[in-house]
């Protein structure tokens, strides 16, 4: 493969610029301000306008959490490679700034009020959430995929999830307040699909820069630490006022509490000397968020929340140790992140979970059988939507990297100079110059 | 220059406490805490009271978020250099820490009540505003200036601020909520007055020091994004509250959003083999957050807040591609951080994008030409206010670094050991002593 | 020693999951969430209903930014020392998530209602809370104690503190809004006890790994300015609503702005070139926060908090200068992070503080000897408890590090490569295996 068909200089503007363009004339026709006024005019509107001040307030901290674990959580998380954390923190950036105005108007065209969307707080929140499968996606194939190939991904992921979203919620009717399902395994499963498109023989005895150093190990715990922290957000952000959003709050707290010790009890139980593994800590950790979030708001009790965490930060830390590498050799599924240990597994555990209890009534409403017909759902849609657009991104001129630039920034930025002085020359040029005289 | 020339030990303690004791003797006599009671006392005064109270609560979120935008953005997005890292977050720690302090009260002179400031969580929001308007001079200066040559700068520049903002906002009644005008160009353009006094020939030709590395660069990602995720805070939380306040939300989020795909785009356009910059990543995707702010809480609409934010981020990215390096060689404005781009041009179009908005009749109650003129005042006091600021810290005596040792953290800090052996020697002898064991 | 001892495949995971499990076992007995219903039903249960929901979503946002300080703030302000970073952020991490689970139970046996521990925000304040004491004492004892020994320091420790808790803010019913007492000066009593009988004779002439570099100077910076900016949800979370929590978040920002500056100060005037120590930049600048915290919600109008602020920087730098070392070679007391300084004299500061504000007559209903025996009690607790939890920590079999592997992540982590070729080879063999074949 020719070096220049990385060089972006072209198609990467004309690709970010027509599918911004094309958005905001999108937004021009039909996105508006939420003013709280109910379609059909009469009496209540002043009433309803308080309602929407009111909620779009309270809501507000909540959304800023999801935001930081968007942007901070997911962006650092990524960091952890040793060559690769501009392009972590960046593309993810990249995509989810266009996926949230792309996932407004998916989501929006399935909830119009007189031909229009209306913009409030929660739609932003729902917004941040259809990004979020695009970024458990990127994780997947991190590092072995262009910006043109992975902002494609991003519209044809982000479009297929709100059909989904929309099947689970309104026709369904299954709950899934914390999105165990439509957006973690969704995202995972859609993003193994790309990836077993995209498989790289040349990539089977791994890659000198698949790796961490000791420093971006660190970047990539500030993503994890923050995910954590807020995670309660995520799972309480869109659940119903009052008690069911406190309950989701209090779930998610303590499945994740718990989650941190079991992933530390088995990460060292693993490993030959005892010791802890950084890429489960980094991960596994959070797993408890992931399969606590489709019965955050039922009455599962204190210690119920604590047994999914509890499994869910075990089944996620045997995962990375013993099934990563098996998908990779046997199934040709080369996930650099372990995106399965941290949002497959543990989203459909989470799912799992969920029709467990709705069966026991712990939601008043709920129905097993549609909480079953959610999951199977979120499987099917992301592993065919994954597989076509696995080959759409396949198709040629769309900036893929050769097997020898996977997992180097300097495919695609500009790099330091002195921090190259440590590598093999590459075969790409100027790139080295001194950014200070820019 | 003599070497003795930067060695704080006494000037710098001097300054700072003498200064800290000053405002500690005027909070004694000047700030009370806000009670909520009204100036002349009657009936009413509980209604009052329970008001300021929930307003406090509801806007300590958005405080929070405006918080971390100061000392956490500004500060870590200010890390990207290579040897400059504790001087950015330390320093801005310092001169925030002062301003705000310094801010409540040069902005509560204006607004007593009984002869006293009533301190509430509006004017803690201001104070860090006031702030703002130093760190942003501080990017344009930062490497070649000492911290008491900066504690001077903040006394100045926060004192001519509050004037320049009592005159815009209670004498031309102009609007500038999110501070396009009064803190962006202002805070710009006094740092570029002050980079233009301080003039040095001798770094014409560059400097070592004057660029970052893989690490640094990270770090100042982390300032980006936390500044990129709370801006809609920044430019709501001075909102009125009700529907200016969220719609100041949304179209600081729409803009931001939209921006960071023109940065993107016009940074890989320009670069010639269409790479991505980090200098343009870490600040251009934030030029839409700059300048929406004047219009932020009017009715543009959604599409015409990310237009706004698609047109900041490529004339940003093109200031610092083209106009940065022939401001420095032919004005001899050497602008560190590049503050030009990121809050100068930013801001000066979010002035005339708020004259456009209101002249369309966007905000009741505008006035175009008041618009104007808080334009052309901010920028006319910024020029005149930070020249004069420039000849009194080019004043003798006050430690500025000489030209060989700008960019470099050692001359003000105790700088670990293991990194100076990859430096060279450097002429200021035992600041290399192992910390660990003092 | 013989190397094995520091292996921790089997005690490591089998006290981890040991205490996990009797922790579910009790939260299933005990634990329930908070219906918001008084435990005699009757009228007004709506009513309280309601209440506690509304309770909940305002206190959220304080929850939260205290979540980040536990989490972010004391996990990274300990990554400083150049090779502890992973233990740094992921054992406070471990013991944090533990903790905050066992704290609720503790501290909720003391609040039962009908027979039940009844969950809301405010009890998962409180729980973070009890977990500060354990993460101050670690950081006394940082680099020099496996997880195991602290994973029992955390039992006791939470235990004890609940116990003085109760003590305090019960049966003495002392003011204590912010923990200067019950939490700083127990915690760095506590850890400083513990730190005395384990002490380690080797170590009297330092070690090169107790020190830092300049990255990991950043990462902790993270941590330092987290604490800063939300130490004031942290002394108002659990104030009165309305005006006595305002009073708290403004004493405290106002105490902290002012420590800033003197920390800064002093750490130039007692450097022989008037250079800044980063050690005193990261830890005393937060030292305002620690010592407004008995007084915070008190009348002491704005000066006082900024004078209590400005003297407890002062001395917090002059104990980092002058005192740790006396500390370390006269007292046996080795000190790792500085506790003493940051938590030690600032929280028996803010004690005495809060003695002397109450016999002022700046509390209703304060009674200044019950002020005093807070102080005592809490001091008592500390270094008795302290004591007894060194003696169990020191027991064989608990994987204490020997000398020459302190401050060491590579005992207890699996380690990136690229990292150890810098260092001397240790003495436990295939521990650098490359992560990227994991």
């Not at 995509?95 to 707080?121: E, N, P, S, V």
């Not at 395994?185 to 790796?211: C, K, Q, S, T």
Request: charged content about 15%.
């Amino acid at each position: 493969m020719p070096a220049y068909a990385t060089n972006m200089r072209f198609k990467f503007p004309i690709v970010a610029l027509t599918l911004e363009i094309i958005t905001i004339i999108l937004y021009a026709v039909f996105v508006v301000y939420d003013d709280g006024k109910p379609s059909h005019h009469g009496e209540g509107h002043q009433a309803a306008s308080n309602e929407t001040e009111d909620k779009n307030i309270k809501l507000y901290p909540m959304f800023q959490d999801v935001h930081v674990m968007i942007f901070i959580g997911f962006g650092f998380l990524m960091t952890f490679l040793k060559r690769y954390s501009f392009s972590s923190v960046g593309i993810n950036m990249l995509l989810a700034g266009f996926g949230l105005q792309w996932g407004l108007l998916m989501q929006g065209f399935w909830h119009m009020d007189d031909g229009k969307i209306k913009l409030d707080i929660l739609k932003m929140i729902n917004a941040d959430f259809s990004t979020a499968t695009v970024l458990i996606s990127f994780g997947a194939v991190l590092g072995k995929t262009s910006p043109v190939q992975l902002l494609i991904m991003t519209v044809l992921e982000i479009t297929i999830f709100s059909i989904n979203e929309h099947l689970v919620a309104e026709i369904f009717g299954a709950n899934d307040v914390g999105a165990s399902m439509i957006i973690h395994a969704y995202g995972a499963y859609f993003g193994l699909a790309v990836a077993r498109v995209l498989y790289r023989p040349g990539l089977r005895d791994g890659h000198e820069n698949d790796g961490s150093v000791y420093h971006s190990d660190m970047f990539a715990m500030i993503g994890t630490v923050f995910l954590w922290m807020f995670w309660p957000s995520f799972n309480s952000a869109i659940a119903d006022a009052g008690a069911p959003q406190f309950t989701a709050v209090v779930n998610t707290y303590l499945s994740l509490a718990a989650c941190v010790l079991s992933a530390y009890a088995v990460s060292s139980l693993v490993e030959h000397k005892g010791k802890l593994d950084m890429v489960h800590i980094q991960n596994a950790t959070l797993a408890g968020g992931v399969a606590v979030g489709t019965c955050a708001d039922m009455s599962i009790e204190p210690f119920g929340a604590m047994l999914i965490g509890l499994v869910a930060g075990a089944i996620s830390t045997l995962g990375f140790k013993y099934l990563t590498p098996i998908l990779a050799s046997s199934l040709g599924i080369q996930d650099t992140c372990g995106v399965h240990n941290l949002h497959g597994m543990p989203g459909i555990l989470g799912g799992l979970a969920g029709i467990v209890a709705v069966a026991m009534g712990k939601k008043e409403g709920g129905n097993a059988a549609m909480q079953a017909a959610a999951l199977a759902s979120s499987l099917g849609f992301a592993l065919v939507g994954g597989a076509i657009t696995g080959f759409i991104m396949k198709l040629p001129g769309l900036g893929q990297p050769p097997d020898q630039n996977c997992f180097d920034d300097s495919i695609y930025w500009e790099v330091p100079e002195e921090e190259e002085e440590n590598e093999e020359s590459l075969a790409h040029g100027d790139h080295s110059k001194n950014k200070a005289e820019t």
